[in-house]
């Protein structure tokens, strides 16, 4: 993501923030979005600058955010362009699955571990779905003991089980670390 999608998605965010909740403190936005207070102090400024909010001092400290009618149309907008990066994401990741699954198919891999159970996971599977490669199972990553209808694995049960194949499905370096120790084909999806 460029620092240009970077910037959009804080102001966004905190944007939604201030609609739902006028009274919202700098320090709940910082803690909200994850980011040092100062930063978000500087990000209310420039939001204040371009006249997307204003800002009423009540009593003391007390202040409220309100987005101007400018500040709502911006609101649209970035989420117009949050909207269609996601979009772009998924699209992209989508094709990098399937070329992954046209490599295996042409190695004759039949039976696919994925390793990971989050959402890149979730379109791993989708992705499978009438292709000749049975998924049988998923190492959960996060301790979920579900996946659709499939057998969840920990990372230690995965060696008595029987595969062709691991499909990576986790970008986390940790997790993908731990399949050093595991002797098995192992198919990562931004090498196809």
């Given at each position: ?9 804080i ?16 320090r ?77 198919v ?87």
């Amino acid at each position: 993501m460029n620092k240009s999608s970077i910037n959009d998605e804080i102001s966004l965010r905190i944007l939604e923030h201030i609609h739902e909740s006028p009274s919202i403190t700098q320090r709940d936005l910082a803690s909200k979005l994850g980011i040092a207070l100062g930063l978000t102090n500087s990000y209310i400024k420039r939001l204040y600058k371009k006249g997307y909010i204003k800002i009423k001092n009540l009593t003391g400290k007390r202040i409220i955010y309100m987005l101007t009618p400018k500040g709502f149309t911006e609101k649209a907008r970035l989420t117009l362009n949050y909207m269609a990066r996601s979009f772009n994401y998924f699209k992209e990741i989508k094709q990098r699955i399937d070329k992954t699954y046209d490599l295996m198919v042409s190695l004759g891999i039949k039976e696919v571990v994925i390793w990971g159970n989050d959402e890149l996971a979730e379109l791993c599977y989708i992705a499978s779905i009438g292709l000749p490669i049975k998924i049988v199972g998923v190492v959960s990553l996060n301790g979920a003991k579900k996946f659709h209808n499939l057998p969840v694995y920990s990372k230690a049960e995965i060696r008595n089980t029987q595969f062709d194949a691991i499909l990576v499905a986790t970008f986390d370096e940790k997790e993908i670390a731990e399949l050093k120790n595991i002797d098995a084909k192992v198919y990562y999806l931004w090498q196809t």
